[in-house]
């Protein structure tokens, strides 16, 4: 585990929340000169602890309003369940994140799409026709009070 600073974590919570940050207001926030905070960033970079940026889509303005978590549970724990069902969720649109997790589950989904019906689409025809899925669990969100994700 790399060790940071105050200033470079102060460095991090600064970009979580604008990636876009121009390098001398983001120097002032953190009460750096531009050529230090710079310097900062950088090896924070090359340390690969900021390992990209990316930008924050909003998905209602897409058409996509609709979002729920969704747990799988696969009848096989061989490798070659785990990779044909991994290939199916990344080819599928619906799916804008997808995390291999411990418990009762294999699989915790964030799916995305326009409504229920499509939601529905997506359960029955895309899920449903999965040759090793047996538990599809929904939690549709419904207010998302706080959401750091970039």
Do not use: W
């Amino acid at each position: 585990m790399t060790k940071i600073d105050e200033i470079d974590a102060r460095i991090l919570r600064e970009l979580a929340t604008d990636a876009k940050i121009p390098n001398v207001r983001l120097a002032a926030k953190v009460g750096l000169s531009p050529s230090a905070c710079l310097r900062r960033v950088q090896e924070l970079e090359r340390q690969g602890i900021v390992a990209g940026y990316r930008a924050r889509i909003d998905g209602k303005l897409l058409g996509r309003s609709f979002v729920a978590y969704v747990m799988v549970g696969l009848s096989s724990q061989k490798k070659a369940a785990h990779a044909a069902f991994e290939r199916a969720i990344r080819a599928s649109r619906e799916v804008v994140e997808c995390h291999n997790v411990t418990g009762s589950v294999e699989y915790l989904l964030r799916v995305e799409v326009h409504d229920l019906a499509a939601y529905k689409h997506f359960h029955t025809e895309i899920l449903g026709g999965l040759q090793d899925v047996t538990v599809i669990t929904t939690y549709v969100v419904m207010a998302s009070p706080k959401d750091e994700r970039a």
